[in-house]
């Protein structure tokens, strides 16, 4: 009797060791982790990029005076080129606002505006020849925008600086003589090449497609302001109402731009 319930008591006692060995090497099993989600896309920092697209240049002179009056007092042609350069800046960022500091540099190809204006004697008059062109154009922006999800809403705004070269000549019909000077010479007119200071402004969108490479579209205006020049030519007093005043000119060019660039956020 007594072996049997010791029997039974050992029985028992192994039963119950299985049991708990069991449910302890249980407890031991490591837990599978998953990897944390990666943390949310932040405009913040250095970013450099290119840029490139669709540019039409609008140039205007303005004849003051009346040196070609005939044709009214203001003259305007457009041209349609390209436009291709590279930017740089700097974003901060707080909650959905980000905001930060931009620079440019583009080229423009293909945005030289010219025009011939006829005289109002027919064939074989005095024409005027006018030629408009900004090779390259530099900003410095500020930018403010919406950050909606990886995506980036922003106005741009700031100094536009750009190189001009205009002119606006009177020239005599390839048949005669005209003013003093040869068949097919200018007589008189009004010239600008330099670097003038402007303004800019446009609207874009940015979109953030890995933790450091955006693509973004851009709309860009600039206006790179007026500019008064005196008349100049190979004699004098082609150059004056009736030989007191000098005529006065007035350049003016302006480019709205289509852009798409591709930028690098470090």
């Given at each position: 009797m007594k072996k049997s319930l010791t029997r039974k008591l050992l029985l028992a006692s192994a039963s119950a060791l299985a049991v708990s060995g069991t449910a302890f090497a249980a407890d031991l099993t490591m837990p599978i982790l998953k990897a944390p989600p990666p943390p949310p896309a932040t405009w913040a920092g250095f970013y450099l990029g290119v840029d490139g697209g669709v540019a039409r240049h609008d140039a205007f002179f303005n004849d003051i005076d009346g040196f070609w009056s005939n044709r009214g007092a203001t003259f305007s042609t457009t041209a349609t080129g390209g436009v291709f350069g590279g930017y740089a800046g700097y974003n901060w960022q707080d909650r959905s606002f980000v905001y930060g500091l931009e620079a440019d540099i583009n080229g423009?190809?293909?945005?030289?505006?010219?025009?011939?204006?006829?005289g109002d004697l027919g064939p074989g008059s005095n024409t005027a020849q006018q030629s408009?062109?900004?090779?390259?154009?530099?900003?410095?922006?500020?930018?403010?925008?919406?950050?909606?999800?990886?995506?980036?809403?922003?106005?741009?705004?700031?100094?536009?600086?750009?190189?001009?070269?205009n002119s606006f000549n009177g020239?005599?019909?390839?048949?005669?003589?005209?003013?003093g000077v040869p068949a097919g010479a200018v007589y008189a007119g009004f010239s600008e090449n330099a670097t003038r200071l402007g303004w800019t402004a446009g609207v874009g969108v940015e979109h953030m497609f890995s933790s450091h490479w955006t693509l973004r579209g851009e709309f860009r205006y600039v206006d790179l302001g007026k500019k008064s020049v005196a008349c100049s030519g190979p004699i004098p007093s082609n150059c004056t109402t009736f030989g007191t005043s000098t005529y006065r000119g007035e350049f003016s060019n302006t480019l709205t731009s289509g852009l798409v660039g591709i930028g690098y956020k470090f």
């Open positions: 423009f190809f293909s945005v030289k505006a010219t025009e011939v204006w006829d408009q062109n900004v090779p390259w154009v530099a900003t410095f922006r500020g930018r403010l925008g919406l950050d909606f999800e990886s995506t980036l809403v922003y106005f741009t705004g700031g100094l536009a600086v750009g190189k001009v070269e020239v005599c019909a390839a048949s005669f003589a005209c003013n």
